[in-house]
């Protein structure tokens, strides 16, 4: 049999029929024929391949199904057959699922296709071709990539050249975006076969392009060109890189290159989207709308879908027929991937336009989720959410501005956006955005600022409190309106009217009324709607205490707009304010009923105070009361309900559970709501409240005084009288009475404040009566505060508004401050008494300090005298020695001649003189005199230490030393004085002794006088030996040492015994026990709830009177004497009279006897000076 033919045997014979392959009869009669003879199974198997071969399919599939029940099965190995007829019909269902684009259709074949596939698994499971197909068919499903790709595994392990499977792998990990192993698997699929045909290198070329080789893709379509001239995907991988090349030239030959493509196949999506592409740049929008729509419709690849849709959205949306673009942008966003944007990005765009901008917004958030840094889609984002109620979004939008501005500082608009967010959260911030714009519109622009910025840069200055910047920049922006008037006189107008209405305002803070005044009036007459002008002209009113024209101004406001809910509030703030609670409850519930303000959060606020202020008030029917507490506590809970984060309407809830009792719960919620803003004064308030309940007094006084330093500049009367009833709580009654006194100074006609002032002066002038221990001055004043609360009580009885107080109550006390009068008298006569008791106490302990004192000063004249004495006799002693050592100072004169030249010197030096025990060069070269002491006392203790003794030579030697220089030399010449340069000659002290004379001068017997030469005032002093030894003097005989004794070792101790007294405290003890309370009237009344929603403030805790004796002094001043005793000089004994005035230190104490001790030192001063002065004489 040749290979064109085939032979079909007879049944039961030997014959055969013989088909030629090149002529096929009809697909029916070959059937038939396979029927009839019952043939082997591969020949229906190669007759429907050849069928296939030749473009009949229909036949194809009639054999292969008639061969499932009626071919021929006996035969060695007819199972691969059989595998091989099912695999074969299987992978055709496969192929033309694949083409078919109707689902139900393809749903069908791809059923077709499981149930062949699984009927050969059945035979042959593991089947290499079986495999292969299932694998490809697994891969064309889409979902069951991971299959497939196990499959191409297993055969790859059978045979690692298997080409189908190295494509099939090369497919998977091009999906999967792994190109690098997608191309090293078509690399090994074409080493295998390097015949393989053009869609390997069209691959390949695939793969380069996302690997970002252009060239080599450029080579690998070529390639595939040349190998398959009909090959599209070739020509359109050489379009798209020659379109994006972005050239001329490049563009001309990709637009032809696509258009070859469209010759060959006009209906490949492909091909198709690209021309549409390109024609919506040439701006032929019909040519887009018909090859897009055709692209659609001749794919069911969902990303070909999507450009397409996308192709015929944009360029509707050029064309203004939105709703199509929304139609088709939709549309395309479904079918497209997460990484093609394109869709959504024009959808935001469609939902921008029908103003959905919670859509808009998400389908922005996809773009910038796939692209983070896109420019256009930030900015768009930060426009949307820039005015949008929620926070978290806001802060997106700053998010996203910040980001355009750092990408692209220029761009003036994104700057001015930024500035807009930030106005909100960051003045500031704000200011520096418009500043940056200002400055780009005047640089880069080269415009002039716009007046609207110029209005909110001013505004924002307002804001800050920069007055006078905002002022300026409103008058610029008023400036610039009246120049851009001439091209657009409405829009400029409006906005002049809007900057003059903000001026108007800066005029009132500045406190210029009448200029705010007469700017409202001017809008209200070319705009005589302008409500905001005639509430501002109201609140002005209202703040000057003119309530019936406020009234008048806010009900001009209604004419104009009867539901204007802001004047209906400051019409019933009006009425709250003169308590009048019904009227003002009518006016929020009206705003309240209308639908456009049913939920205003103000209105219903201002509602839950009214009943929270009824609460306020002395109530007698409980169920009214609880009825009360729960309407306020249901408005404060709608508020919450509407807007989560409101601090007001948490705030009241803490109050209306502090009027249930529920001390701990309020607490609670005041605690979060100052934890989430600490700018409310209520709050603190409140909290101090919580704390007077829970007993907890110092720290609520400290609230009240911060919350008085934080929110008030000046004293508030309200947030005082709170502090007063702390202070009152806690038993301070002084710190009471000053705080109520600060209070009335503000408001000094306020009854409530009278009487509350009165109560405490009673409670405290009570205590200090009931003290045993208060003095005559602290009773005289209770005496004098309870007689002004007699009047202030007999007073408020009369006059007191009965609203605040109970006017019996009052009375009851007056009577009460007339009783503890009538016992007054009592009351400072024992004080006076007390008084005159401390006073005799007093001068007696005076007495007994002036005794000691007198004492003391004798003890002090005393040792002032024995030091004198001693001073003298040792002043005696010096004399003496100055006499006997009179003679030895006494020098014969000497010749002095001129030395003749080239004499010679006598061998024998004139060193008559014996030295002390030191070097010549070491004794005193200065002009001192002996008797300013020839020697210090450091000097004498040096050489003490050193143990230097002095050398003694015969007395007669000493005397004969006058004879050494008149002694003749060896030559019988008698010797001849050196002669000295005339400044050496003439230096001679008075005692007319040369410097050379004087060093050879050795002292034999010296008396340290403890008088160190005082280089500053050279007086003479008394040195202190304080191991009891004095520095003494050799005798001119004998050379023992004459000892002077120190009066410093005679101090007399003696005179610290002095006795002490005690004395009786004389001061008075604050606050005493036991005062009874009385009646409502006992607590300070007006003091406010426990819970309130207005002001506070903090403050200082002083502490309690102690009653302890302050009065006497003399115990104080007695131990300042006795220690003033007690220290007297030991330094007395030290060098020089110093000190002596040493001791003046004690005046310190204030007393006679220290005075005494300064004049004493003064005194040994002079003594000093005389025994100087006497020793100048003695010389």
Known sequence: MSSSTVEIPLRDTDEVIELDLDQLPEGEEVLSILKQETSPLHIWVTLALEYYRQGFTEDFVKILEASRSDANLNYANFEKDQMRALDTLAAYYVQQAHKEKNKDKKRELFSQATLLYTTADKIIMYDQNHLLGRAYFCLLEGDKMDQADAQFNFVLNQSSSNIPSLLGKACIAFNKKDYRSALA????????????????????????????????????????????????????????????????????????????????????????????????????????????????????????????????ARAFHVQGDYDQAFQYYYQSTQFASSN?????????????????????GQCFEKVIKAQPGNYETMKILGSLYANSPSAEKRDIAK?????????????????????????QSDVQGALSAYGTATKLLKDKVQADVPPEILNNVAALHFRLGNLQEAKKHYEASLDRSRQDAQNDETYYSAISVTTTYNLARLYEALHEQDKAERLYKNILREHPNYVDCYLRLGCMSRDRGQIYEASDWFKEALQINQDHPDAWSLIGNLHVAKSEWGPGQKKFERILQR?????????????????????????????????????????????????????????????????????????????????????????????????????????????????????????????????????????????????LLKARHVSPNDTVLQYNIALVMQKLATSILKDEKSNLKTVLGAVHDLEMAHRFFTYLSQHGDRMKFDLAQAATEARQCSDLLSQAQYHVARARKIDEEERELRKRQEGERDAIRQKQLNEQIEKQRQREDQDKKLLEQRTQYIEKTKNLLMFDAVNEKPRRSGGKRSKKMDDDFVSDGTDSDEAPRTKKRTRKGSESDGEDRERRKSKVKRKRRPRRQAEGSDDDDDRPRKDGRPRKKKEKPSKQRNDVDEDGLTAKQRRKVVSKAIISSSEGSDSEGGKLKIAENRSGNSSGSDDEGTGKRRRIVSSGSESDEGSKGSERSEARGSGSEAGASGSDSRGSGSDAKGSGSSARNSGSDRGSESDKESGSDKGSGSDRES????????????????????????????????????????????????SGSDQQKSGEESD
């Open 595 to 739: 639908p456009s303000t049913k939920d205003d959060a103000y209105s219903m606020i201002a509602l839950g105070n009214v009943w929270l202020q009824t609460l306020h008030q002395p109530m007698r029917d409980k169920e009214k009361e609880k009825r009360h507490q729960d309407r306020a506590l249901a408005m404060y809970k709608a508020v919450l309900r509407n807007d989560g984060r409101n601090i007001w309407g948490a705030n009241g809830i803490g109050c209306v559970l502090a009027h249930k009792h529920c001390i701990n719960e309020a607490r609670d919620v005041f605690a979060q709501v100052r934890e989430a803003t600490a700018d409310f004064c209520d709050v603190w308030l409140n909290i101090a409240h919580i704390y007077v309940e829970q007993k907890q007094y110092v720290a609520a006084v400290q609230m009240y005084e911060n919350c008085l330093k934080k929110f008030f500049k000046h004293h508030n009367t309200e947030v005082l009288i709170y502090l007063a009833r702390a202070y009152y709580k806690c038993g301070k009654l002084k710190e009471c009475k000053q705080t």
């Open 340 to 360: 093609f944007v394109l869709p959504s990005f024009g959808l935001g765009q469609m939902y921008v336009y029908r103003g959905d901008i919670e859509n808009a």
């Open 185 to 312: 698997y078509y690399k090994k699929a074409m080493r295998t076969n390097s015949n393989c045909p053009a869609s390997v290198r069209l691959g390949m070329g695939h793969c380069f392009v996302k690997l970002g080789k252009s060239e080599k893709a450029r080579a690998a379509f070529e390639r595939a060109l040349y190998l398959d001239p009909q090959c599209v995907g070739a020509l359109v991988g050489l379009a798209v890189l020659e379109l994006n090349s972005k050239n001329q030239d490049a563009i001309k030959n990709g637009v032809q290159l696509l258009s070859r493509a469209y010759t060959i196949d006009s209906t490949n999506p492909m091909v198709l989207n690209h021309l549409a592409n390109h024609f919506f740049y040439k701006k032929d929008y019909q040519k887009v709308q018909h090859l897009a729509l055709h692209a659609f419709h001749n794919t069911e690849n969902e990303a070909m879908r999507a450009e397409s849709c996308y192709q015929l």
């Open 1119 to 1166: 131990g300042s004497e006795k220690e003033s005793v007690g220290r007297k000089s030991d330094n007395e004994s030290e060098k020089g009279s110093k000190s002596d005035r040493g001791s003046g230190s004690d005046a310190g104490s204030g007393s006679p006897a220290s005075r005494g001790s300064g004049d004493e030192g003064a005194s040994n001063q002079g």
């Open 399 to 423: 998010q996203h501005l910040r980001k355009v501005t750092e990408q692209f500082p220029d761009d003036v608009e994104a700057w001015i956006e930024l500035a807009q967010i930030l106005e």
